[in-house]
């Protein structure tokens, strides 16, 4: 076999492997040999085939799944002679004449292919531990701890009947009946229906227009839906909503005590107040969490320069245009709505992928420095995390990813990402600042 380097710029490499056809052949005799004594054609005792007749019969197949069984081998072989690391899968590229491809197959020529793939750039490693990283922190007050009972009693909270208007926080039952040009629409019928005005659970406008109504009363509520309401065939229609008041009813007195925890579940006031406190400490852990990740990443970031691999970033940016224009399509926006244009949409995202794909070579390389290993008990959880988003559909999920290993290979991108994270967050100069909540709770700008 012979390998010679037809491509060397940057990190781009090509490389041409040449497989003697007297090689070929002795590879194929090998594998016929092995054949011989496993087919079973008519005529012929088991074992007994004439080795002419099998080649015959079998050969074309036999050297095509060795000339596969060379590329699989050969990349990387070579790869590792050669001490180089591939940022991608290389691409395989052979023959395309149909003439010469036969004369491979009868072991006739010698086969050729190219190999074409970008290297893994050079990496220098910043000292991690000199990252300076500030950590938010904040304590939970008893004003937020309130907050939260208050909001958490709200929906417990009972109704009792008034005999007057309905105003601003009373519950409603009613009848109604939508119209869309006189005739009835589809999901725009409900008997019983109940409402908290001010709730906005309905379309914008149909909530304000039942204040003032007693039961017994009935009502033509006009409204428009919005531009972007996900029914394309309501989607910014204006309609009218036959409506009968059933019955109105006033909130009752909420109080906050121990009879109101038992209903929701907990033994009394003081453990519902310490289960939301860990609640809200565990939230504030996340939102700590993903601030102090989004600074080392913004550090290193600015810190490492490295040549990025074209196709990397490429397949990156394809990713990220794919999601955003659907998301444009699922929101039935624009570049113009966003105040922006394709132009300067595409600039930005294209720097989002040099980015990603600048990071992510990084902490493959710290990952691989610090000997980051995901256990496969982490990979499992990983997988039923998964299968618990789709209640009902268990058997299904995990069949699927059962038959995709790339989908599992999917999962544990991010899983080692964090890990990695993980281990600089041990290694960085990390000090805590005290901020509001409000403060640690602020999103930062979409880049990640």
């Known amino acids: 076999m012979q390998v010679t380097e037809t491509l060397n710029e940057g990190l781009a ?19 016929l040999e092995d054949m011989k004594g496993k087919v079973k054609i008519n005529g012929f005792r088991e074992g007994k085939v004439p080795m002419s007749h099998v080649k015959k019969m079998y050969g074309k197949q036999a050297m095509a799944e060795i000339v596969n069984e060379i590329i699989n081998t050969t990349s990387g072989n070579v790869l590792k002679e050669r001490d180089e690391k591939p940022a991608q899968q290389p691409e395989i590229s052979m023959t395309e004449d149909e003439k010469q491809a036969d004369k491979i197959l009868a072991g006739d020529a010698d086969f050729e292919f190219k190999m074409t793939y970008e290297v893994v750039p050079e990496i220098t490693v910043p000292n991690l531990e000199k990252l300076k990283i500030e950590r938010p922190v904040t304590d939970v007050t008893d004003e937020e701890i309130n907050e939260q009972v208050e909001k958490i009693a709200e929906s417990a909270r009972k109704y009792e009947e008034k005999k ?31 409402l908290v005005i001010g709730s906005n659970r309905f379309i914008p406008g149909f909530e304000e227009q039942l204040i003032g109504l007693k039961a017994g009363d009935n009502k033509i509520v006009k ?30 007195k909420l109080e906050l005590n121990d009879e109101l925890a038992k209903q929701l579940g907990m033994e009394s006031m003081e453990k519902l107040r310490e289960a939301i406190k860990g609640q809200v400490e565990s939230q504030n852990g996340s939102y700590t969490r993903a601030k102090v990740k989004r600074q080392i990443l913004d550090t290193l970031d600015k810190e ?11 397949a990156e940016f394809k990713n990220i245009w794919q999601q955003m224009t659907a998301e444009l399509e699922r929101a039935k926006s624009s570049f113009e709505k966003e105040d922006t244009t394709e132009e300067e ?26 000997e980051v290993q995901i256990s496969e008990e982490e990979m499992q959880k990983a997988v039923y995390d998964q299968v ?23 999962l544990r991108a991010p899983l080692y990402e964090e890990k990695v994270v993980e281990f600089i967050m041990t290694k960085a ?16 700008e979409e880049l990640s």
């Open 13 to 31: 490499r090509e490389l041409k492997v040449v497989v003697p056809k007297g090689d070929l052949s002795t590879k194929l005799d090998a594998k």
């Open 164 to 194: 007057g208007k309905a105003a601003d926080k009373d519950q409603i039952t009613m009848d109604y009946l939508g119209k869309k040009d006189g005739e009835p629409f589809e999901g725009g019928k409900a008997e019983d229906a109940l």
């Open 223 to 252: 409204i428009s839906f919005p531009d972007d309401y996900q029914a394309e065939n309501l989607a910014g229609k204006k309609v009218e909503f036959d409506v009968t008041i059933k019955l109105v009813e006033k909130p009752a």
């Open 304 to 314: 490492v320069k490295m040549e990025l691999p074209t196709k990397m970033v490429e």
């Open 345 to 370: 949409a595409k600039n930005e995202y294209q720097k989002l992928a040099e980015r990603r794909v600048r990071l992510g070579l990084l902490l493959a390389q710290i990952g691989e420095t610090a």
């Open 388 to 410: 618990r988003q789709y209640p009902g559909q268990e058997q299904q999920i995990f069949e699927y990813f059962q038959k995709n290993p790339e989908a599992v290979a999917g």
């Open 429 to 444: 100069n990390i000090t805590d600042k005290t901020v509001s909540r409000e403060e640690l709770m602020k999103q930062d």
